[in-house]
């Protein structure tokens, strides 16, 4: 079973400007995340999708960041403008619906200067 | 307020020894606990869970002890290998109300030496 993928897997921009992350889950895992993980703290939650539908957003800055899910496959994860605190990896992670066990990719690293 | 805490930056083990990584937690609405390892530049990997009706949980050298009223577990592992070497997570988690949303602690790195 192919696991989760993640593009990129490395990222710097300078403050303010725009940055994207792509995310393709396990084949049939309903559920999809993303995290936040800032160096030397745990994944937090950003996002979490059922299907193309999102389930909790309550974490997510929403002045600033955006994420959709189109057709109930791949994710986007989108920041705007971005600031020196959004320097983390970037973690998607899937699961079958109900499922209790999370499948994480390997991490979109951001940098922001 | 940190839910999940893992008080243990860093621990450092002999190998053939056993390793034991603590996690405490204070919502009492977790009913299911999962550790993760992580090694640089990989996502989490899931090693071992247990659900809040059990108090122990074994897999091949992994241990998960779970003490619902201290609210403590622990994952042992035994005998440890220079390939365990990595940064653990303890995860918890409220399946009756926020439908999978985990919360992780800071996470442990464990050092197994030769």
């Known amino acids: 079973e192919a696991g989760v993928a993640q593009s990129p897997r490395y990222k710097i921009i300078e403050k303010r400007q725009s940055v994207a992350f792509w995310c393709n889950p396990i084949s049939g895992h309903a559920t999809l995340y993303w995290y936040q993980q800032i160096l030397g703290q745990g994944p937090k939650l950003l996002i979490q999708?059922?299907?193309?539908?999102?389930?909790?957003d309550s974490q997510l800055p929403k002045d600033r960041f955006s994420a959709e899910r189109l057709k109930g496959v791949d994710s986007t994860l989108k920041i705007q403008p971005a600031k020196l605190e959004d320097s983390a990896v970037y973690l998607c992670?899937?699961?079958?619906?109900?499922?209790?066990?999370?499948?994480f990719g390997a991490g979109s690293r951001l940098t922001v200067l | 307020d940190q839910q999940v805490k893992q008080n243990s930056p860093s621990l450092s083990v002999q190998e053939g020894r056993i390793s034991i990584l603590n996690c405490d937690y204070t919502?009492?609405?977790?009913?299911?606990f999962l550790w993760y390892k992580k090694y640089p530049a990989e996502g989490p990997t899931f090693l071992i869970s247990?659900?809040?009706?059990?108090d122990k949980n074994e897999d091949g050298r992994f241990t998960v002890f779970l003490n619902k009223s201290a609210k403590h577990l622990s994952l042992h592992i035994v005998p440890s290998q220079p390939g365990d070497s990595a940064v653990y997570f303890c995860?918890?988690?409220?399946?009756?109300?926020?439908?999978?949303?985990?919360?992780f602690g800071k996470g442990t790195k464990l050092s197994v030496k030769p």
């Open positions: 995860a918890a988690v409220n399946y009756g109300g926020s439908q999978g949303n985990l919360i």
């Open positions: 919502n009492s609405m977790f009913d299911y």
């Open positions: 992670a899937s699961s079958r619906s109900g499922a209790n066990v999370l499948t």
């Open positions: 247990i659900s809040s009706i059990k």
């Open positions: 999708f059922q299907n193309n539908g999102v389930v909790d």
